[in-house]
């Protein structure tokens, strides 16, 4: 595990210390979402340069959740979920269960890939899980057999220097470890399930330990290039990613 950072917390259990801080008069508003209250900041004055927003104009919801995609490079057979980009891979999971793959996805096509960016809460290293990324693998006909589609993460925290986790796409026998793209989802904000705790959501998790990192704004997700494809919806089909452990980008503001 890295070195603390200041104002790290898991997203899901430190919302009375966010509450209290904005009870102090920093001029944060308070929203509900996903089952708790999340932190509102403005996502303006981060170290990227973005341009301060105007106080009147009203501050965007904190949340969990990717902000923007950076870049997006299908491959071939990818198409499927372009109607609905980017969109479509921002914000919550639409996890189905066990049993059902969601199609609130976007299909990277073999070896395609994906760059997301955090604006408001980046990943932290804390305990454990730090962050999760949701595709949509299931059992067929109720099991065991998983029908998934792999890929590779990584992370960095400017973009620009990048840091991969090791991810066995081949390893069927021993459950594809370290990959995206291998267990069912559940959380869905129509059933109250947290995207945000590793117990419950489903998905992927990712430790920034495995890889040395201390903070991520950036997450990486490439076609391991072994799935199933053809059509228009082969390999990685990503719905979303969520932070775990975070920290509010509002500490970055000069």
């Not at 904005?22 to 973005?50: F, H, I, M, R």
Request: proline residues 8%.
């Amino acid at each position: 595990m890295s070195r603390r950072l200041g104002h790290r917390f898991p997203w899901g259990t430190a919302l009375a210390v966010l509450l209290g801080t904005a009870a102090c008069g920093d001029g944060s508003t308070l929203v509900d979402d996903d089952a708790g209250t999340d932190p509102v900041q403005d996502d303006a004055g981060t170290p990227d340069g973005s341009t301060p927003l105007d106080p009147d104009a009203g501050l965007k919801p904190a949340d969990p959740y990717a902000d923007e995609v950076v870049s997006f490079t299908p491959g071939d057979s990818a198409g499927f979920g372009q109607d609905r980009f980017p969109e479509v891979v921002l914000g919550p999971p639409s996890g189905l269960g066990a049993d059902t793959g969601s199609l609130d996805v976007l299909s990277l096509g073999r070896g395609g890939s994906i760059v997301l960016r955090f604006t408001d809460i980046a990943v932290v290293d804390g305990p454990g899980v730090d962050l999760l990324v949701f595709e949509n693998p299931f059992f067929v006909a109720g099991g065991p057999t998983l029908y998934s589609e792999r890929g590779i993460v990584s992370v960095s925290d400017d973009g620009v220097t990048w840091f991969e986790f090791p991810c066995a796409f081949a390893d069927a026998a021993g459950g594809y470890p370290g990959c995206a793209g291998v267990n069912p989802v559940y959380a869905n904000p129509a059933n109250g399930i947290s995207a945000t705790d590793p117990a419950v959501a489903g998905g992927d998790g990712f430790d920034l330990a495995t890889v040395g990192l201390s903070r991520a704004r950036y997450v990486r997700i490439v076609d391991a290039g072994n799935n199933r494809y053809g059509g228009t919806s082969g390999g990685f089909d990503l719905d979303a990613v969520a932070v775990v452990n975070g920290v509010s980008l509002a500490s970055d503001a000069p």
